[in-house]
Each structure stands twice: as C-alpha cells, then as structure tokens.
C-alpha cells in the first residue's frame, strides 16, 4: 500500500453561505468532484477520504474561514496542483463553488506547514505513519476506559455472521444498538481500519479486548442533497469501552482510524470519529475534536 498524505485546504467565504446541513462532507465532495472532472482527474484514485473541519447548519458568513483536509494518496499529492487550480475555476450547482469559495491556503496536516502544491507538493508533504502518532498509541495503552466519539455518520457493515446477503443495504449497517450489544464491537471496528500500509497488522482475534461499557448513539438521518435523496444516514455519539488495550498493534490501528475513518462513502466525510481521552497527546490536529 502507498503512502497516505494529508491536504488541509483553507478556504475564505465569498458570500453567506446558506442551507447547510449538519454535515458538509457531501457538499465538499461535490465540488472536489466537479473540479477533478475539469482537469480529467479521478476523484476516486486521488482521494481516500474528506474531512471537514467544520459541521453544524449555522450560516458561514462572508470573510469566515473553513478548512477541508484530504486524505491522498500518492497520485492526489502528484495531482493535488492541477485540483487547487480547478477549484478556482468550478462554479458547479451546490452551496459550496469557485463563486462561493476562494482557495487561501494548503497546508500539511502532519506537519501544519503551508504548502505551496505548485512547487513539486510529492516532495513537500510527510507521509502520515504510526511515528505521527506514537505518543496517542503510548497514551492509549495506558486507559482502563477510552471512548469513540463518531463524529460524523458512521455506515459500517455488519460482521460477516450477522448480515443477511438478501437484506436491504440500510439493514447490513450497523445500527446504534450494536455497540452496546456486543462486546466484540470494538474488535469489529478494529478490524474495519483500512489503507494502513505497511502498519496494517492482522489483529488477534483471540486476545482480551475492551468490552462497551456505556453507550450513547444514535441513528443520524442525512441525505447527499436537497436534489439528490441519496441516503448517508449512520450512526453517531459515544462508545466508551472498559479494559486495557493490551496490544500495540490495535492500539496502533484504533489511533490512526481517528485520521483515516472507517466503514463507507468516507469520500463524503462519513465514518470518522475521536478518541477525547487522546487530546493531551495529540500532535495532528484533528477536525472536530
């Protein structure tokens, strides 16, 4: 697996920006979308996931700063230059536009420097590894409790034995209870963390594991668009788990999910969540933390 590179993009807006739902990750997708088709770029092969740092349905006002990060891979760094350019130039059909939004800034998001993507961006951006986060790993495996915090709505599959192959999308999700009601939960999630790399360890799956111990989530209805009723609902709030991690490996892979976010449409800004208790130790900034 490549390395994975984080773009936080610093936009100013234009004009008031109405009409927001509480998540703006699809709105970003759309425009992000809208921009790579002007270049002949392939969102999909450029972009594993999409961040805002920002949700809530409060109006932006003109002058207000809102930054997006992008989690890349090696090709969306190479072509991050041509995509910061067509984004100047998409006007598009949603809220967020080249007539709503200027582009200020790229920053790195593990180091925080300010990036200029035209200067040759693949020699400028560090790769996010488990080093970037080793003081959350040593401090996660210190916690008799920790909670996942879903940030954002969270669609993630089923295990394998208890999905049904003829049952509706919506119903091979997991849903709020299944947190609360199986003490594997946090093993599944563990184990949905993908595009770790050369840090993608098998987890062991006869280990001691955290079992839930208090749960506070919900089903989050969310729709793609006014225009377009495609489905992003999921599951957010809080799981917090009691036992000690006492892996390194699945501290490692619970850590860098905060950055990657797991389960599906991630694109849209779906499936992450943070650790709080990690905050002390954190040294990437994290949205919505």
């Known amino acids: 697996m490549e390395n994975i590179y984080f773009a936080d993009l610093l936009f100013e807006a234009l004009t008031p920006i109405k009409s927001l739902p509480e998540y703006h990750g699809a709105r970003f997708s759309a425009y992000l979308r809208f921009a790579c088709r002007t270049v002949d770029v392939s969102f999909n092969e450029c972009c594993i996931a999409l961040q805002p740092f920002r949700k809530g349905k409060k109006i932006i006002l003109e002058g207000q700063y809102v930054t997006l ?5 090696a090709e969306g760094i190479h072509k991050l230059s041509g995509i ?6 998409t006007s598009g059909k949603g809220e967020f536009s080249s007539e709503t939004l ?5 920053y790195d998001g593990v180091s925080g420097r300010e990036i200029d993507p035209r ?8 790769p996010f590894t488990a080093e970037s986060v080793e003081d959350e790993i040593q401090a996660l495996l210190c916690y008799q409790y920790f909670t996942l915090n879903f940030i954002s709505p969270l669609r993630l599959l089923l295990p394998a034995g208890k999905k049904l192959k003829t049952a509706p999308k919506i119903d091979k999700l997991c849903k709020e209870d299944f947190f609360a009601a199986d003490d594997a939960s946090l093993m ?11 840090f993608d360890r098998e987890a ?4 001691a ?16 668009s006014k225009d377009r009723q ?3 609902d999921g599951v957010t709030g809080t799981v917090t788990f009691k036992g000690k991690l006492n892996s390194a490996c699945l501290a490692q892979r619970l850590v860098m999910g905060q950055y990657l976010g797991l389960g599906q449409d991630r694109r849209f800004g779906n499936g992450f969540y943070v650790i709080p208790e990690l905050n002390p130790a954190r040294q990437i900034r994290i949205p919505n933390a």
């Open 188 to 198: 599944h999630i563990i184990s949905s963390i993908k595009d770790l790399g050369e």
């Open 209 to 224: 594991i955290p079992v839930p111990w208090s749960c506070e989530t919900e089903w989050t209805e969310f729709k793609y």
């Open 69 to 73: 990060r992008l989690i890349l891979t």
């Open 119 to 126: 200067e040759g961006p693949e020699n400028s951006f560090i």
């Open 204 to 207: 062991s799956i006869g280990m």
């Open 102 to 106: 200027r582009l200020c800034a790229v």
């Open 84 to 89: 910061c350019s067509a984004l100047a130039v």
């Open 230 to 232: 495609i489905h992003l």
